[in-house]
């Protein structure tokens, strides 16, 4: 699975070099987005998902882009790294109410916050994924816990851009995770989901 625009990739005259730049997707924060949202999806569904494998990994439609004058995390690889370092071993059972908007086509609703959670017994640590898909508004949201309490402190680890087209290129890596301390947090806070992001809330259980 992965995100992919057939129609991007480099026009091919039927010559065979040496590695040619083939399918080489530049993601921005919209891709990105909706792989955390996919990741979202799989954690969720874990009793029916055994084994979900991403496509490819460097430069074909691949969250790493490398070239003779280096390399660089694209967009969707921060997801990804999210996924495996800031998630616990159990899925939990989420419920989420919010406003929502139509597909392009019309055919379906979306609500604008997608969400999963996870619990690390080991760690004694409860995550939050919030992917919020509203270009221009952040979406607050209440936190409701059942048969969890959760430290005062805990931290905000955050993908974002300026805007949703924003990509990354050599030298510049405009959307990546950077996090921030939060206080004051309890079971009933109101929490913000940043305009076009994703979140993932760190929790430490008491």
């Not at 597909?103 to 640590?125: N, Q």
């Not at 924003?166 to 947090?185: A, D, H, I, Q």
């Amino acid at each position: 699975w992965n995100v992919w625009y057939r129609s991007r990739g480099c026009p091919h005259d039927g010559r065979f070099p040496l590695a040619p730049p083939l399918l080489e997707e530049i993601y921005d924060l919209t891709d990105a987005l909706v792989v955390g949202a996919f990741l979202n999806m799989l954690q969720r569904n874990c009793r029916a998902i055994g084994l979900a494998c991403m496509a490819q990994l460097v430069n074909v439609i691949a969250p790493i882009f490398a070239s003779k004058d280096g390399l660089f995390r694209q967009t969707i690889y921060f997801p990804l790294l999210a996924a495996t370092t800031l998630s616990g071993e159990v899925a939990l059972q989420v419920h989420t109410e919010c406003d929502d908007f139509a597909t392009k086509d019309g055919s379906r609703r979306v609500p604008y916050l997608d969400v999963s959670a996870t619990f690390s017994p080991t760690r004694r640590k409860l995550y939050l994924s919030v992917v919020n898909f509203h270009k221009v508004q952040p979406l607050k949201f209440k936190l409701r816990l059942a048969d969890f309490a959760v430290q005062p402190e805990a931290t905000q680890h955050q993908i974002s851009g300026e805007s949703p087209q924003s990509v990354n290129r050599l030298g510049n890596e405009s959307v990546t995770l950077r996090s921030r301390r939060m206080k004051n947090v309890k079971n009933g806070s109101t929490l913000t989901a940043p305009m076009h992001s994703m979140s993932v809330y760190e929790f430490d259980l008491l």
